[in-house]
């Protein structure tokens, strides 16, 4: 990394410039806040992210239930509200009308989507709804849950880095190019009496 490979610049040096040595104090704290603020942001918004999930998977276990329903027929072209229940990379879906009872009670009628191959009338296969008939999404599971933790906490950690080493690296350009600027200014005054004789005296 760039952060580190700037340290080298504390090392004494007769030549060293006072530039150099701010270098090295970006590069030193940017790999500080690196190793240190990187890691502690990822961990406490992945903290954060695996609560809310957590929350949301016992939310959904509770309002979430499977029922049982039974093909009146298998339909071909019509509006389906998705059933994610079905949607197996393992198993061949089918559009049916079809009915079910929902945890409340009340008697649902409608198109789904169904694992069945071959559905024919009467046959019976699972959804997952709401306390009132709705078909809804299969809840979240807990290991699911906190891989998505995972994964936002490693996220913010990475954002987190390459923040400080992109502003690490505006930083020693700005100063680079305020050196050059410097540079430039002397070669000015110095115009064209460099390398004559006398020249200075």
């Given at each position: 990394?760039?952060?580190?490979?700037?340290?080298w610049r504390w090392r004494r040096n007769q030549l060293r410039r006072a530039t150099d040595l701010a270098e090295a104090w970006?590069?030193?704290?940017?790999?500080?806040?690196?190793?240190?603020?990187?890691?502690?942001?990822?961990?406490?918004?992945?903290?954060?992210?695996?609560?809310?999930?957590?929350?949301s998977v016992l939310e959904q276990q509770h309002s979430r239930h499977i029922v049982t329903a039974t093909v009146v027929r298998e339909l071909d072209g019509a509006r389906l509200e998705p059933d994610p229940d079905t949607?197996?990379?393992?198993?061949?879906?089918?559009?049916?009308?079809?009915?079910?009872?929902?945890?409340?009670?009340?008697?649902?009628?409608?198109?789904?989507?169904?694992?069945?191959?071959?559905?024919?009338?009467?046959?019976?296969?699972?959804?997952?709804?709401?306390?009132?008939?709705?078909?809804?999404?299969?809840?979240?599971?807990?290991?699911?849950?906190?891989?998505?933790?995972?994964?936002?906490?490693?996220?913010?950690?990475?954002?987190?880095?390459?923040?400080?080493?992109?502003?690490?690296?505006?930083?020693?350009?700005?100063?680079?190019?305020?050196?050059?600027?410097?540079?430039?200014?002397?070669?000015?005054?110095?115009?064209?009496?460099?390398?004559?004789?006398?020249?200075?005296?």
């Amino acid at each position: 990394m760039r952060a580190i490979s700037g340290l080298w610049r504390w090392r004494r040096n007769q030549l060293r410039r006072a530039t150099d040595l701010a270098e090295a104090w970006v590069a030193l704290v940017a790999l500080l806040l690196i190793a240190v603020a990187a890691p502690v942001l990822g961990s406490l918004v992945g903290a954060v992210a695996q609560d809310s999930l957590q929350r949301s998977v016992l939310e959904q276990q509770h309002s979430r239930h499977i029922v049982t329903a039974t093909v009146v027929r298998e339909l071909d072209g019509a509006r389906l509200e998705p059933d994610p229940d079905t949607t197996s990379a393992h198993g061949t879906r089918s559009r049916v009308l079809a009915d079910w009872t929902a945890p409340d009670g009340t008697r649902q009628h409608g198109p789904v989507m169904s694992n069945l191959k071959s559905p024919h009338h009467g046959d019976r296969f699972r959804l997952w709804t709401d306390p009132h008939g709705r078909i809804v999404a299969r809840p979240l599971d807990s290991a699911t849950a906190t891989t998505h933790a995972v994964l936002a906490g490693l996220g913010a950690a990475l954002l987190v880095a390459g923040t400080v080493e992109s502003g690490r690296r505006v930083i020693v350009w700005r100063m680079v190019r305020r050196r050059y600027a410097r540079w430039d200014q002397a070669w000015d005054r110095a115009g064209p009496d460099w390398g004559r004789t006398g020249t200075g005296s």
